[in-house]
C-alpha cells in the first residue's frame, strides 16, 4: 500500500531528465531535486547545469554501466508538498544520491535518513552537520546580504530601501534582512529597510503591487527574492524609474538602466565541484561547510559586461571595491552563524 502511495505522489512530478544511460547497474545515479522550477530560478538551473557539466565530464571516456546518470525534478512551487515529493524519490532507491538546493532541505531530509538508510544527500545552499548520510555546503550570505545592502545604501536618496521575498524562512529571516540593513546603514547611517513578502514565488502580479506601494512610500531601492514574482517587481522598477539591487546571479539584461548592482552566487560551479567529488569518491558525509567571497562562490558585480549603468557614480563603484576587498583580505568579518 505505501509503495503505491509513494508511485502516485512520484508521478505527480514535473521533470526533465538527462541522462547518459538508463540501466539500473549503474555505479552513480544522480538525481537533481530542484524545489520549485528552474524557469525564473536561476539559483536551480545552476543547480541543474553544474551537476549535469559534472555528469558529462565523469563519463567522457566510458563506457556502459561505468557511466553515471542524472535525472533532474522539478517539484514546483507549492512548498508544502515538497516533503511529500522528497519522500516519494527516495523511497524510489534508485538514485545513489540526491542533490538539491534550499536552506529549508535539511529539515525535510533528516527523517528520510532514517526511514532510507542507503540514501545520501547532497545539499547546497543549506547547513546540516553529523548526519552520516547527509554533506552540506551553504554561501556567506551574511557577506552577500551586507555587500548588496551597502550598494543599496550608496544609493538611496530617502533613507529607505526595500526588500521583498518570496516567502518568510529562517535565513531570510535571521541572516539576509539582518545583514541587508547592516550594509545599508554602514554606508548611509540611518537607512531604513521596507521588509514585505509575496508569499509565494511566482505571483508576478502582487510582486509589482508591493513594488509599486514601497516605491510610492519612498522608497528607491528595492531587492526582490521572489523566483518569478521578482518580473512584477522589475516591471514596477521600469515604470516609476526606480532602483533594483539584485541576489544570486547577475541578471543586468533584465532592467540595465534599473539594476545597480548584483552579488551573484557561483552555484554552478559548486554543484560541480560536488557532484565530481561525489563522483569520485570523496565527498565528506556529515560535514557542513560555509563558503563566501575569500572563496570565489559569493561574487559582487557592479556592472554589466558592455555597459555601465550611469546612475551609479565612480565614488561609489570606488567604495564598493574597497568595502568587497576588507572582506576579501579579512579586515572585515561578517560570519553567519
Not at 545520501?120 to 556567506?140: E, Q, W
Not at 524609474?241 to 533584465?254: H, I, P, Q, V, W
Request: proline share 4%; with cysteine.
Amino acid at each position: 500500500m505505501k509503495k503505491s502511495i509513494y508511485a502516485a505522489v512520484f508521478a505527480a512530478f514535473a521533470f526533465a531528465s538527462f541522462s547518459c544511460s538508463a540501466k539500473k547497474t549503474q555505479a552513480h545515479s544522480v538525481a537533481v531535486f530542484v524545489p520549485g522550477i528552474i524557469a525564473d530560478s536561476p539559483i536551480y538551473a545552476m543547480l541543474a547545469e553544474g551537476v549535469q557539466h559534472a555528469v558529462a565530464s565523469y563519463n567522457d571516456g566510458k563506457d556502459g554501466s561505468a557511466q553515471a546518470a542524472v535525472t533532474v525534478l522539478e517539484a514546483g512551487t507549492n512548498q508544502a508538498e515538497w516533503s511529500a515529493k522528497l519522500t516519494a524519490l527516495a523511497a524510489e532507491q534508485k538514485y545513489s544520491v540526491i542533490i538539491s538546493s534550499n536552506p529549508s532541505l535539511p529539515e525535510l531530509v533528516e527523517p528520510l535518513t532514517a526511514q532510507f538508510p542507503n540514501q545520501k544527500f547532497i545539499l547546497l545552499d543549506a547547513y546540516k552537520a553529523g548526519n552520516p548520510s547527509v554533506a552540506t555546503v551553504r554561501y556567506n550570505q551574511h557577506e552577500q546580504s551586507y555587500i548588496t545592502g551597502y550598494m543599496a545604501g550608496l544609493m538611496t536618496k530617502s533613507k529607505k530601501i526595500g526588500l521583498i521575498a518570496g516567502q518568510e524562512y529562517p535565513v531570510m529571516n535571521s541572516v539576509i534582512v539582518p545583514g541587508y540593513k547592516e550594509g545599508a546603514e554602514a554606508a548611509f547611517p540611518g537607512t531604513a529597510v521596507d521588509f514585505r513578502v509575496v508569499g509565494n514565488w511566482y505571483d508576478a502580479t502582487k510582486g509589482a503591487e508591493l513594488a509599486n506601494a514601497m516605491y510610492s512610500s519612498g522608497v528607491d531601492v528595492i531587492l526582490p527574492i521572489c523566483g518569478g514574482a521578482s518580473q512584477g517587481v522589475i516591471n514596477a522598477a521600469k515604470e516609476k524609474g526606480k532602483y533594483l539591487a539584485f541576489f544570486d546571479n547577475a541578471s543586468f539584461e533584465r532592467a540595465p538602466d534599473n539594476i545597480i548592482s548584483c552579488t551573484s552566487l557561483d552555484q554552478s560551479k559548486m554543484a560541480e565541484n560536488v557532484t565530481l567529488d561525489y563522483l569520485a569518491g570523496k565527498t565528506e558525509w556529515g560535514t557542513a561547510k560555509t563558503v563566501g567571497v575569500s572563496d570565489g562562490f559569493v561574487r559582487f558585480v557592479q556592472d554589466a559586461p558592455d555597459r555601465k549603468n550611469e546612475a551609479v557614480t565612480d565614488e561609489m563603484r570606488a567604495k564598493m571595491r574597497d568595502v568587497v576587498a576588507s572582506i576579501e583580505n579579512g579586515t572585515l568579518v561578517l560570519p553567519q552563524n
